[in-house]
């Protein structure tokens, strides 16, 4: 696919490094300003890289993909504790956003987060998959045209997810999370994916077959690409 740029590389490592070579590079070129987060135990080796350099985000406003609905930033499932844990504590940001899931309008809630999104262009949107091919919690089927919303997550991603979860906590089944569209219309989207599990969504996104089933494949509409993966994807 001419749009995407294609880097494989041996391991979580030295993924991290082409991440950290792309992200230092705009902030160097000052076409950074607006970076869109993700979370994961895929971005554990980025942000470790990030908070290991001299990479410098006070001037960057920065807006996380999704939230579970009713976990709070003190709980350590929340997407909010892992990133103040990995990223936040570490490196000093202008601003950072993420959906709150103790809203007690998520309508609301999702409407509002869109909004600041309109009015802070994403330069670059960082993503990891799911197995399944769900992009922030956009699962299968959801709306190439979807903005922030509050979806229901399926019983794989479910069972994927609840294997991080801590103190016996039930996973919950729905969040919040930035749509299909609201996520491609950032600038430049960084794809990372590492290991087998991510195969058959990597081998979807080879196809060049666009398809809500795989909502990957939206990023086969965008112009500007990379994915980052230590899978060799024929
Ligand atoms: C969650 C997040 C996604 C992330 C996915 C993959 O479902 N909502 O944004 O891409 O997990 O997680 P991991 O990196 O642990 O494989």
């Known amino acids: 696919m001419e749009n995407i740029k294609w880097i494989t590389v041996k391991n979580p490592e030295e993924g991290a490094k082409e991440v950290f070579n792309l992200i230092s590079e705009e902030l160097q070129h000052d076409r950074l300003h607006v970076l869109g987060l993700a979370t994961g135990s895929t971005m554990i080796p980025v942000y470790d890289e990030w908070t ?3 990479l410098d985000f006070s001037n960057v406003t ?17 997407y909010a504790y892992f990133m103040k844990q990995h990223l936040f504590s570490k490196k000093p940001f202008k601003a ?21 999104l ?4 994403l330069d670059i949107q960082l993503l990891g998959v799911g197995e399944n091919g769900h992009i922030a919690f956009n699962e299968p089927g959801t709306s190439f045209d979807s903005v922030t919303h509050v979806a229901k997550l399926t019983e ?11 103190n016996d906590d039930k996973i919950p089944n729905i969040a919040l999370t930035m749509g299909i569209s609201s996520i491609t219309n950032a600038k430049k989207l960084i794809m990372v994916a590492f290991g087998e599990k991510k195969r058959a969504a990597m081998e979807k996104l ?11 494949t939206k990023l086969l509409r965008h112009d500007d690409v990379v994915v980052i993966t230590d899978l060799q994807i024929d």
């Open 206 to 216: 080879k196809s060049g077959e666009v398809t809500a089933d795989w909502p990957i």
């Open 118 to 121: 309109n009015s802070n262009p």
């Open 96 to 116: 950072t956003y993420i959906p709150n899931g103790m809203a007690e309008d998520l309508d609301e809630e999702c409407k509002e987060y869109e909004r600041k």
């Open 62 to 78: 920065a807006f996380n993909l999704d939230e579970y609905v009713g976990l709070g930033a003190d709980n350590p499932n929340s």
């Open 52 to 54: 290991n350099s001299q």
């Open 156 to 166: 794989s991603t479910l069972d994927v997810n609840s294997q991080y979860f801590e």
